[in-house]
C-alpha cells in the first residue's frame, strides 16, 4: 500500500487554505520636511475600496547623518484615513482645482480628518483621530523663478489617480468591459492595479 498522509485521513485545512487573494496595495510614499505619508489601498471583504493615507512622524535627527528619525510604531497605532470612493474623488477634485498648494485650506472630515493648511512655500497635511491621536507631515516647495513648486503635491495627486482607477474598474466584469480595463496581462507585481 502507498504512503498515506495523515493516517488516510483528508487534512480539510490543507483542503480550505489556497492563495488568499491580495487585499492591500501599497501606492507610494512621500517624504516630507518632519514625517512620511504612506498611500495605500485596502480591499475589503466585501470588495469595497478605501484609500489610506498614514503618517509617521520624525521624533528626531540621527546625530550621526543628520537625517530624520521616524517613530517605529505599526500602521494600526498610528491615526490614519480611510477614504471610500466619494471622499476620495472630492480630495482629488479639491487637489486638482488649487493652482497654488501654498495657499489651500481644506478639511476632508470623517472617523478621522484630514486637514490640509498651505503657507505660502509649505503644505502641511494633518491626520487627526480621536483615539490615535494627531500627525502633520510638511511639504516644503521648490523655488524656480518667482514659483513655488510643490513636487510630493504633484506626486500625491499622481498616486490618488492610481486608488482612483482601481476603485472604477474593482467591480467591472472583464468579459463585458475587457476593451475599457485592458489587459490583465498588463498586471505587474510591481504594479497590480493596471
Known amino acids: 500500500m502507498a504512503f498515506m498522509n495523515n493516517n488516510g485521513f483528508n487534512n480539510q485545512n490543507n483542503q480550505q487554505q ?7 496595495f501599497n501606492i507610494g510614499k512621500l517624504h516630507g520636511e518632519d514625517g512620511i505619508m504612506n498611500v495605500t489601498m485596502w480591499v475589503s ?5 478605501f484609500t489610506i493615507f498614514s503618517i509617521k ?17 505599526q500602521p494600526k497605532e498610528l491615526p490614519r484615513i ?17 493652482t497654488d498648494p501654498g495657499t489651500v485650506n481644506f478639511v476632508l472630515e470623517g ?10 512655500n ?14 502633520t507631515i510638511t511639504f516644503k516647495s521648490t523655488q524656480f523663478g518667482t514659483k513655488n513648486l510643490f513636487p510630493e503635491w504633484n506626486m500625491l495627486k499622481k498616486y490618488l489617480e ?3 482607477k482601481k476603485v472604477i474598474y474593482n467591480n ?11 489587459s490583465n496581462d498588463d498586471a505587474t507585481d510591481d504594479n497590480p492595479l493596471v
Do not use: H, W
Open 18 to 24: 489556497g492563495d488568499k487573494p491580495k487585499t492591500n
Open 45 to 49: 471583504d466585501k470588495k469595497s475600496i
Open 57 to 73: 512622524q520624525a521624533i528626531g535627527k540621527d546625530p550621526t547623518t543628520g537625517t530624520n528619525v521616524y517613530e517605529q510604531k
Open 82 to 98: 480611510f477614504m471610500n470612493p466619494t471622499k476620495l474623488e472630492t480630495l482629488l477634485a479639491v487637489m486638482n482645482e488649487v
Open 111 to 120: 472617523k478621522s480628518n484630514l486637514t490640509i493648511q498651505g503657507g505660502g
Open 122 to 135: 509649505t503644505v502641511k497635511f494633518t491626520i487627526s483621530d480621536k483615539q490615535l491621536g494627531e500627525r
Open 162 to 164: 492610481v486608488c482612483n
Open 172 to 182: 467591472l466584469d472583464p468579459d463585458e468591459f475587457g476593451m475599457v480595463m485592458g
